[in-house]
């Protein structure tokens, strides 16, 4: 059979949307459990409650439960079942990519501030240390959700219903060149795929050396295990975010500069390997928690007590309370 015949390219296509269907649905669904896991760890713990790395994690787990929401599960329900939402409402239409950018935004501002704040509080140098607390943190939170509703505006503006050419059908798409080169050269190249690929890994590094050194330095034992911790838990989603986010990447631009309209079986193939690699792009937001789980014995201790701690509360049966009034006794002897 040649790779070329139709058949081919049917399985492929095929392959490509049993794909998107189950492992995009796996990922919805434990992405969100494990967003909210996180986000219970988090917010119960002192230790965390008062670190601004912590913080920066707290924000991003939101964050990610929004975009597999806004993203990952239209991308299921689109490309899975072809059921597109977008074409029954202009308003979804616009708003769609808004929030997919604005979470994107925001999850990987919170990447980067939690891999540039672990470099300062490991840093030795005390005023690197000053710049790492709750109050910076918050600030620039507010400052990435600013910039995220900013930057998604243009989407509102620019998607529009219009009229194939080819199926003579409504869709939704992109009605400015100017703003979709932007999109392609800039949003998916630099701002959701070099940028924070290469401050993560850089300030992941310098974190890293800081903590080899931890050991000789005269710090609280409290203070340097939560350090080691949470470098450790951020050190290892620095790693991730490249696997994650590089082959994605690599493929957009691919689209971008191979022109494979008049070829049906690379026209295919590039569209499987969208397929995976944006699955793969999608696991940054659903394996946070996991990440942590697994390269953390601290953590994994801290989910247990949470956990039993919740359970204490809220599992054990209520006390049997006695209404009956017992007569009254005389002590006779």
Known sequence: ?????????????????????????????IGIIGGILNIIIFLSLRTFRGNSCAFYLLIMSFVNIGQLFSGQLSRTMI???????????????????????????ISFSCMCFATIDQYLSTSYNRRYQQWNNIKLACYLCIIAFICAIIHGIPSTIYY???????????ICTITNNIYQKYRT???????????????????????????????????????????????????????????????????????????????????????????LTATIYYTFFSFPFYIYIIVSKRFRQQLIYVLSRIYNHFGRPLPIVNNQIAPETTNIN
């Open 1 to 29: 059979m040649s790779s070329s015949s139709p058949s081919f390219i049917s399985i492929l296509s095929n392959v490509s949307q049993q794909v998107i269907i189950y492992l995009g649905t796996f990922l919805i669904i």
């Open 79 to 105: 490309s899975g079942y072809y059921i597109d939402w977008t074409l029954n409402s202009l308003f979804y239409c616009k708003f769609r990519w808004f929030f997919i950018q604005g979470f994107t935004i």
């Open 160 to 170: 529009n219903h219009t009229i194939s050419l080819t199926t003579n059908k409504t």
């Open 185 to 275: 050269y800039v949003y998916f190249t630099v701002i959701a795929g070099a940028l924070p690929v290469f401050i993560s890994v850089l300030f992941g590094s310098l974190s890293y050396r800081n903590v080899q050194q931890l050991s000789y330095r005269q710090v609280p034992i409290i203070r340097r295990e939560l350090d080691k911790q949470l470098t450790r838990m951020v050190l290892v989603q620095d790693v991730y975010i490249f696997i994650a986010i590089v082959p994605y990447t690599i493929v957009l631009i691919t689209e971008t500069f191979v022109n494979v309209q008049n070829n049906p079986l690379g026209n295919a193939q590039l569209q499987f390997a969208e397929s």
